[in-house]
């Protein structure tokens, strides 16, 4: 029974009756804080790709080294939150986020590409238990027909925050002229120094995500939160084992399958937003990192309408309607990057983020409702949320393939990536039978039975 004290009452199934407000709010900041750290690697790819002289295909290692940590670390969030609680997991990688941070003042004395990546990878660490505390906690704080559409409604502050990392990178790293033009004007031993003091540069933006991460963590603290367990008959949380819990997803198709989707969503997302600013600045060499910067924010500004269109979509029409359209959009936006030859083709790679926006949140919802028994919950998360990993997988591949074809080509990639995705949706079709108004309808059935 919930206390007499709290505003909302658990359902046996871990979901609310209700959704608490200032739970839900600082649960969707974390959403923030995960993209301020996602987008701040775009400015850190196109700042190392200069000072450190990489290939595509090495500046990619950042990527790598950033969802690979989300990979390694998901399945050892999940027992650590079934084991305590998804407040103690988002507590944990807050710390973590923070030491990640942390750990970039020592790296930009060493002026080495190892250390950085060292740094992103336990940033990542971080960020892992965010993601698999919550993005399942954020369907589970309410009622459960509005999972995916309270999953959304977080996850616009993900777009909040991808525009947040991108202006401190733009105002706090880049500066009004072309880095790699500056370094070539200088002697090697000029250069080297210059690289050195831009490399200082990078890490005025993460002064204020510790200040902000410090904060977080002493607000969920003293903020008291609903469990999110599912109940026994007699009221006690209801746990499955992790080998159970293997067993019994091992046998659920749809479940892989969209994690398999996952995994592909989420490389295309992640190569087209790594290779945007290098685009611009490959096909148009006067072009200064502001310059190439101003199309991320762009691009992060068509995210944010996106996810507010789909938020609104996803309450009138069959989310695998909204998002086969979205997906198809997407695709034909890239090949017109691939085969326009002017600045158009810039503006095509940024404007496909309008149709990104509901991706990745209606792909984790639909995998997770395909796992109905909820002590299953924690683990398949966790699962879900490893399938980023093609975050660190598909733009390396981008990379080698721009290295070796050149940049445009290159988009070519996340263009077929999204169309499988879009196949993904149609095919989920035929189990997503019922309007968001007959749900309702069915629901408050339900409730007057």
Not at 40 to 59: E, G, H, P, R, Y
Not at 354 to 375: A, K, M, N, Q
Request: overall charge positive; charged content about 15%; some cysteine.
């Amino acid at each position: 029974m919930a206390a007499k004290s709290v505003s909302w009452k658990e359902q046996p199934d871990g979901y609310l009756d209700r959704t608490p407000v200032l739970q839900f709010v600082l649960v969707s900041i974390l959403f923030a804080m995960w993209a301020i750290a996602s987008s701040l690697n775009d400015i850190l790819i196109t700042q190392f790709k200069v000072v450190f002289n990489l290939s595509d295909l090495a500046t990619a290692f950042v990527q790598s080294a950033f969802y690979g940590g989300y990979f390694i670390i998901a399945i050892p969030a999940s027992l650590f939150i079934k084991k305590s609680s998804y407040k103690m997991g988002i507590i944990a990688g807050l710390a973590c986020f923070a030491a990640g941070c942390f750990i970039f003042f020592p790296a930009s004395r060493m002026a080495t590409y190892a250390p950085f990546l060292f740094a992103i990878f336990v940033e990542a660490i971080g960020l892992s238990f965010l993601e698999t505390s919550g993005d399942t906690y954020a369907t589970l704080l309410g009622p459960r027909r509005l999972a995916t559409v309270r999953l959304n409604i977080a996850q616009v502050m993900n777009a909040v925050g991808l525009i947040i990392g991108i202006l401190l990178g733009k105002y706090l790293i880049f500066q009004d002229s072309n880095l790699k033009t500056e370094m070539a004007k200088m002697t090697p031993e000029a250069a080297h120094a210059y690289g050195i003091e831009q490399l200082g540069r990078t890490l005025s933006p993460y002064k204020y995500v510790l200040i902000v991460l410090i904060v977080l963590i002493l607000a969920f603290a003293v903020t008291k939160f609903p469990s999110g367990r599912p109940k026994t008959a007699e009221g006690a949380d209801a746990h499955a084992g992790f080998g159970e819990t293997i067993t019994h997803l091992l046998h659920n198709r749809r479940y892989w399958g969209g994690v398999a989707t996952q995994f592909i969503y989420i490389g295309a997302q992640t190569g087209i937003w790594s290779f945007t600013m290098r685009l611009a600045l490959n096909m148009f060499p006067h072009f200064t990192e502001r310059d190439a910067a101003d199309f991320m924010l762009w691009s992060y500004g068509f995210f944010l309408v996106g996810r507010f269109l789909a938020s609104w979509l996803l309450t009138k029409f069959r989310e695998t309607r909204v998002l086969s359209v979205y997906m198809i959009l997407g695709t034909l936006m890239l090949l017109g990057t691939v085969t326009i030859h002017s600045v158009v083709a810039v503006w095509m790679a940024a404007g496909v983020s309008l149709f990104l926006g509901p991706g990745w949140p209606t792909i984790y919802s639909r995998t997770l409702e395909t796992v109905e028994d909820r002590r299953y919950t924690e683990t398949a998360g966790a699962i879900i949320v490893m399938a980023i990993v093609g975050g660190a997988v598909l733009p390396a591949a981008q990379g080698a393939l721009s290295d070796a074809a050149g940049m445009k080509v290159s988009f070519i990639l996340p263009a077929i990536e999204l169309l499988i995705v879009a196949i993904y949706f149609l095919f989920e079709m035929r189990h997503d039978k019922l309007t968001p108004k007959q749900k309702r309808d069915l629901a408050l059935q339900g409730q007057t039975a």
